[in-house]
């Protein structure tokens, strides 16, 4: 099946839904991740969250395709797109020790302004001009919602560490798009999703390093290991195999825009967990991200390189 016909068979609302539902499902991540970022170390805790994504979806993946070994070309396309989530969920984790979880939502906006560059380099993705200046609207409603209405904050840019890692962060993810279409040959998508789950659990293995084995587990709270588990499962497993499936038929850049609606998201979550709503000052903040989202959403994006088949 060709990209063109899979697009004609998925109506195209249910493949924008499957993008709003991945979204949702990431946004899980900051609140949770802020929780328990302390609890243990950045690079232990994502590697529990990827081995045990990986063995949730692999049975999975066996059962409809099997498990073939595929090759150290394709394997190495595979690597490429997990160094950059590996950056990514690094510096996320790791930023939310010194930052808010809402922070973190915000300055991931970013995400598609930077998919854009990504794309351009890497799979010849062109924007229109109204698209590119939604991109950088919806940037400064990201940086008003970080910087909680403050005008002297969002004129002097008062970003904390936390604000800065989690940024570096984004620049990695920004490639993470592009490569997904760049290195896609036509395999089912689960198949590809589910090696770059296991590189990322090498990566991670190699990361928390000695802090593995000097780990107190038994000190670890129940409430960690349940957090970790539920990440895994709607934050990696679900949301990994959508982002990569829409991706092939949207193109880079119009599935990260629905990153806009991560502030929104976190609000929604932070609100229902009973830590209640920022300054009404940040919501202007949010309903200009919300607005640039539907503008990159309008009409054609994608014009660069075929992704070849697709297979869900």
Same mark, same amino acid.
Request: aromatic share 14%.
């Given at each position: 099946?060709?990209?063109?016909?899979?697009?004609?068979?998925?109506?195209?609302?249910?493949?924008?839904?499957?993008?709003?539902?991945?979204?949702?499902?990431?946004?899980?991540?900051?609140?949770?991740?802020?929780?328990?970022?302390?609890?243990?170390?950045?690079?232990?805790?994502?590697?529990?969250?990827?081995?045990?994504?990986?063995?949730?979806?692999?049975?999975?993946?066996?059962?409809?395709?099997?498990?073939?070994?595929?090759?150290?070309?394709?394997?190495?396309?595979?690597?490429?797109?997990?160094?950059?989530?590996?950056?990514?969920?690094?510096?996320?984790? =790791? *930023?939310?020790?010194?930052?808010? $979880? %809402?922070?973190?939502?915000? @300055? &991931?906006?970013?995400?598609?302004?930077? !998919?854009? +560059?990504?794309?351009?380099?890497?799979?010849?993705?062109?924007?229109?001009?109204?698209?590119?200046?939604?991109?950088?609207?919806?940037?400064?409603?990201?940086?008003?919602?970080?910087?909680?209405?403050?005008?002297?904050?969002?004129?002097?840019?008062?970003?904390?560490?936390?604000?800065?890692?989690?940024?570096?962060?984004?620049?990695?993810?920004?490639?993470?798009?592009?490569?997904?279409?760049?290195?896609?040959?036509?395999?089912?998508?689960?198949?590809?999703?589910?090696?770059?789950?296991?590189?990322?659990?090498?990566?991670?293995?190699?990361?928390?390093?000695?802090?593995?084995?000097?780990?107190?587990?038994?000190?670890?709270?129940?409430?960690? =290991? *349940?957090?970790?588990?539920?990440? $895994? %499962?709607?934050?990696?497993? @679900? &949301?990994?195999?959508?982002?990569?499936? !829409?991706? +092939?038929?949207?193109?880079?850049?119009?599935?990260?825009?629905?990153?806009?609606?991560?502030?929104?998201?976190?609000?929604?979550?932070?609100?229902?967990?009973?830590?209640?709503?920022?300054?009404?000052?940040?919501?202007?903040?949010?309903?200009?991200?919300?607005?640039?989202?539907?503008?990159?959403?309008?009409?054609?994006?994608?014009?660069?390189?075929?992704?070849?088949?697709?297979?869900?």
């Amino acid at each position: 099946m060709t990209a063109s016909s899979a697009a004609r068979d998925i109506p195209t609302p249910g493949v924008h839904a499957a993008v709003f539902v991945a979204m949702f499902l990431i946004s899980f991540s900051y609140p949770v991740g802020e929780a328990i970022a302390n609890e243990l170390d950045t690079g232990v805790l994502l590697l529990l969250r990827f081995v045990l994504a990986t063995a949730i979806f692999g049975p999975v993946v066996a059962w409809r395709y099997g498990i073939a070994w595929p090759g150290w070309r394709v394997l190495a396309g595979y690597a490429a797109i997990s160094t950059s989530l590996v950056a990514f969920f690094w510096c996320m984790f =790791y *930023g939310l020790r010194f930052t808010s $979880a %809402l922070n973190t939502g915000a @300055i &991931s906006t970013l995400i598609p302004g930077l !998919t854009a +560059i990504g794309g351009a380099m890497l799979v010849g993705e062109r924007l229109g001009w109204h698209r590119l200046a939604a991109l950088g609207i919806g940037l400064i409603g990201a940086l008003w919602v970080v910087f909680r209405g403050d005008w002297d904050r969002f004129i002097g840019l008062d970003l904390n560490k936390g604000d800065l890692i989690v940024f570096a962060g984004c620049i990695a993810m920004g490639f993470y798009s592009p490569l997904v279409k760049r290195f896609h040959r036509g395999e089912p998508v689960m198949t590809m999703t589910f090696w770059v789950m296991v590189i990322n659990a090498a990566w991670f293995l190699l990361l928390a390093n000695s802090a593995l084995w000097t780990m107190k587990w038994g000190e670890v709270p129940l409430f960690a =290991y *349940g957090g970790i588990a539920g990440i $895994a %499962l709607l934050s990696t497993v @679900i &949301s990994f195999f959508l982002m990569q499936w !829409t991706t +092939i038929r949207l193109g880079p850049t119009r599935v990260q825009s629905y990153s806009y609606l991560l502030p929104a998201f976190v609000l929604a979550i932070d609100w229902a967990i009973g830590k209640g709503l920022p300054s009404v000052l940040t919501i202007p903040g949010i309903l200009i991200v919300l607005a640039a989202s539907l503008v990159i959403q309008r009409g054609e994006v994608y014009a660069g390189r075929s992704a070849g088949t697709v297979r869900s």
